[in-house]
Nanobody
């Protein structure tokens, strides 16, 4: 079994930055393709970005996401990170990471991810 644990969320003022982390534990194995999603109250889960298991490719939902969000990974630490800059109140959501054991690429559909973390809350005040 694979566990994913997100951390780094919190309350931040608009214009600030946050770095979220997703650490994998449990079943040992090769790195997985990992993605970040978010879900705001009353809205559907939204894809943000994913990073290939090898770390040499990234995929963002759109150019606006690519401009303020940055996904990275450190396979030595079994960790994937999401840096969010210039935070806006509309970024308020629960942020989730998810992993795909089949190492598909590119990957952005939530149904193709096998494991999910419990989420970390990000709240942006205006």
């Amino acid at each position: 079994q694979v566990q994913l644990v997100e951390s780094g969320g919190g309350l931040v003022q608009a214009g600030g930055s946050l770095s979220l982390a997703c650490v994998r534990s449990g079943r040992a194995g090769s790195p997985y393709t990992t993605g970040w999603f978010r879900q705001a109250p009353g809205k559907e889960r939204e894809f943000i970005a994913s990073i290939k298991w090898s770390g040499d490719s990234t995929y963002y939902a759109d150019d606006s996401m690519k401009g303020r969000f940055a996904i990275s990974r450190d396979n030595n630490k079994n960790a994937v990170y999401l840096r969010i800059n210039s935070l806006k109140p509309e970024d308020t959501a629960v942020y989730y990471c998810a992993a795909d054991v089949r190492r598909l690429w590119p990957l952005f559909e939530p149904t193709f991810f096998d494991y999910w973390g419990q989420g970390t809350q990000v709240t942006v005040s205006s």
